[in-house]
């Protein structure tokens, strides 16, 4: 199936360990500088109504990263807005639709006033140790299929609890001020994983 990103917000604000070297901070300033109207505001969070409408657009089956610019359980992007996103996904089952966040207790506190279908994945972002609790948001909610991005993994993550949760993504840091990713971290992951018989996936390496 091919892959996409869909982004009907924009900008962010760096809320952990995991940001210090943030992709979308970096492309934004790119487009930014290219004079792309989408991007005139920076890195400010900004809803973009006028993308709401582009998977419909689409001819084939998709798998959609959604948002790889921000993050849709940002405060500043109304519940209403978040509840539009989630009408076109379940509007158009043909795609799956990724959406990944680092406001797990947002996310938490909105999930019973969307509409799960199960072309939503659901994932938070779990850098190190410090923000493990994430996963016990996205466990208490709603979503069928719930999956952890420990990328860039930036420390061990031991005693991890993954009941209930589907898929593990591990993946280090890229770019010239990277942090190190240890071997033993990625295994300690990979073993839980496949102890409770989950999918992983290893981006940037091989395991
Ligand atoms: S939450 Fe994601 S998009 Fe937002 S600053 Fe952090 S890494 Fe960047």
Same mark, same amino acid.
């Given at each position: +199936? ?10 962010? @604000?760096?809320? #952990?360990? $995991? ?7 970096? +492309? ?6 290219? $004079? ?5 505001? $920076? &890195?400010?969070?900004? /809803? ?14 998709? /798998? /959609? =990263? ?5 993050? *849709? &359980? ?11 996103? =989630?009408?076109? +996904? ?17 996310? &938490? ?8 279908? !199960? ?13 493990? !609790? ?12 719930? &999956? ?8 061990? *993550? #031991? ?20 942090? !190190? ?7 300690? *992951? ?10 992983? !996936?290893? @981006?940037?390496?091989?395991?």
């Amino acid at each position: +199936m091919d892959r996409d990103t869909w982004n009907p917000t924009t900008g962010c @604000n760096k809320v #952990s360990a $995991g940001c210090k070297y943030c992709y979308a901070e970096v +492309m934004t300033k790119r487009l930014h500088a290219m $004079g792309i109207e989408k991007y005139k505001d $920076g &890195f400010k969070v900004r /809803v973009h109504e006028d993308a709401l409408d582009v998977p419909y657009s689409w001819k084939s089956s998709k /798998v /959609v =990263f959604v948002n790889s610019m921000s993050d *849709l &359980f940002l405060p500043e992007v109304p519940l209403e807005f978040i509840q539009k996103v =989630f009408e076109l +996904m379940n509007n158009t089952p043909q795609h799956t639709y990724q959406v990944l966040t680092k406001r797990a207790e947002r996310l &938490f506190e909105l999930h019973d006033k969307l509409n799960w279908t !199960s072309n939503i994945w659901m994932g938070v972002s779990v850098e190190n140790e410090k923000v493990k !609790s994430r996963i016990d948001y996205l466990r208490a909610t709603n979503a069928k299929t719930k &999956f952890l991005s420990c990328e860039p993994l930036i420390g061990p *993550l #031991s005693n991890m609890d993954l009941t209930n949760i589907n898929w593990v993504i591990v993946g280090g840091e890229s770019g010239r001020k990277s942090r !190190s990713m240890e071997e033993l971290w990625v295994w300690i *992951l990979k073993i839980n994983a496949e102890n409770r018989k989950l999918h992983s !996936s290893l @981006n940037n390496g091989v395991v």
